[in-house]
C-alpha cells in the first residue's frame, strides 16, 4: 500500500469520519497471479514476478487499500512446513499441505518451529530482506506482516475434524499444540517484523474459531488469541474470520482487535451490534457469489447495500466478507470503487 493508504487504514481503525468511505481486500496468491495472466508457480517462485505483479495491482486499483499489501503468501504452507508437513506445489493453483496424519499421539514429539530456520518461512523471510528496498522505491510501504492463528495452523496439522474431535477426547495434547502454534504465530509474525523498515501492524487469520461453541472458544480459542495479539502492544491488529458463527463477536474488542473482517453471512447491524462501536468493521460483500461469479451490477448493489446497512463514514471499510477469491474479474472489483463513488 502506499504510505498515505496506511495512514488512511489508521484513521479507520481509530474511528475517524473520512470524507470518502475507504474500501479495502485482502489479496494474496490465489487471485493475483490469475488475474495477471502468470502461473501461480512463476508468482511464488520469481521475486521478480511477484514484486512486479504486486505493484501492478496497486496501480490498477489506487482506490483500494490492499491488505497487508505485499504479502509474502505461499498458500496456507508457510507455518506448518516448519512442522515438517509435505508441502506440494503446482503450476496453476497455490500450494497444497500435507498434514501430520490423524494419530494426534504425535503431538508429544512436536517442537515449536523457528521460523528464522525451519521450513518455508526462511525464505519468505529472506524474500522480504530482499524485496523491501525495492518496494520502497517504487513509493510503497509494508506495513502489515500476516500469519495464521493457532486453530488454523493446529488444523493444517491434523485435519479440521481430527482436530476437533481431538478438541474433546484429547484436551490436554491440544493445549499443548496450541501451546506451540501460538508460539509460532508470534514468533512468525516477529521474524518478519525484524527485516522490514517499519512494520506498525499485524494481520491474523483463523476462521476455525468459527467452529466452536462459546464454552470451547472460551477454552481452547480465546487465550490463545489474547496471547498472540497481547505480544503486539501498541501495533494496529486486524483480525480475518469469515465463519457464519459468532462466537469470538463479543470478545475481539478486548483481544485489542482493531479491524475486524467478517463473514457476509451475518448482517452489518448485527455484527456491529456483537463487537461494539470501537472496532473498525471490514465487509460484507459475498466474495464468491457476488464479488467472483456475479456481474458488475449484482457488485453494485450489494456494496450499495452494505453502504446503506452502515450509513456512517466511520468505523467501516468496504470490502468482501472475505479474501478475494480466484477469478474474480477486474470489473467487478472496479464496481466496489464506482460504489463508493455513487454513494
Not at 481452547?220 to 502492544?233: D, I, N, R, V
Amino acid at each position: 500500500m502506499r504510505p498515505d493508504q496506511w495512514e488512511t487504514l489508521k484513521k479507520c481503525a481509530a474511528g475517524v469520519e473520512l470524507d470518502s468511505l475507504p474500501i479495502a481486500l485482502i489479496v494474496d496468491s490465489p487471485w493475483i497471479p490469475g488475474y495477471l495472466g502468470h502461473s501461480t508457480l512463476d508468482y511464488l517462485t520469481l521475486p521478480d514476478v511477484w514484486l512486479k505483479a504486486n505493484i501492478r495491482v496497486a496501480e490498477d486499483f489506487p482506490e483500494i487499500i490492499f491488505i497487508p499489501g505485499f504479502w509474502l503468501e505461499y498458500g496456507m504452507a508457510a507455518e506448518p512446513s516448519g512442522f515438517g508437513c509435505r508441502v506440494s506445489t503446482f503450476v496453476d493453483k497455490t500450494p497444497l499441505v500435507q498434514g501430520l496424519g490423524a494419530d494426534f499421539q504425535v503431538v508429544e514429539q512436536l517442537k515449536t518451529p523457528n521460523p528464522r530456520q525451519d521450513g518455508l518461512m526462511p525464505m519468505l523471510v529472506n524474500w522480504y530482506r530482499y524485496l523491501e528496498p525495492r518496494i520502497l522505491d517504487a513509493g510503497y510501504v509494508v506495513k502489515i506482516v500476516a500469519a495464521r492463528g493457532p486453530l488454523a495452523v493446529a488444523t493444517h496439522l491434523f485435519g479440521v475434524t481430527d482436530f476437533l474431535l481431538n478438541l474433546k477426547l484429547q484436551p490436554e495434547k491440544t493445549h499443548r499444540l496450541l501451546e506451540m502454534t501460538t508460539r509460532l504465530a508470534i514468533d512468525w509474525l516477529q521474524a518478519q517484523a525484524e527485516v522490514l523498515h517499519a512494520p506498525e501492524g499485524i494481520l491474523v487469520l483463523d476462521d476455525i474459531v468459527g467452529f466452536l461453541s462459546p464454552k470451547d472458544y472460551l477454552e481452547f480459542g480465546h487465550p490463545y488469541l489474547e496471547k498472540l495479539f497481547s505480544a503486539f502492544p501498541n501495533t494496529l491488529k486486524i483480525f480475518h474470520n469469515d465463519m457464519s458463527n459468532p462466537v469470538s463477536y463479543p470478545y475481539l474488542e478486548s483481544l485489542g482487535v482493531d479491524i475486524f473482517n467478517f463473514s457476509h453471512l451475518i448482517d452489518i447491524g448485527r455484527a456491529r451490534e456483537l463487537v461494539g462501536r470501537k472496532i473498525c468493521l471490514m465487509g460484507n460483500v459475498p466474495p464468491l457469489e457476488v464479488l467472483a461469479r456475479g456481474t458488475p451490477q449484482q457488485v453494485l448493489d450489494s456494496a450499495a447495500a452494505c453502504i446503506r446497512a452502515h450509513p456512517t463514514r466511520n468505523g467501516w471499510l468496504l470490502s468482501a466478507g472475505g479474501g478475494v477469491s480466484p477469478g474474480t474479474p477486474w470489473e467487478n472489483v472496479r464496481a466496489l470503487i464506482t460504489a463508493v463513488s455513487l454513494s
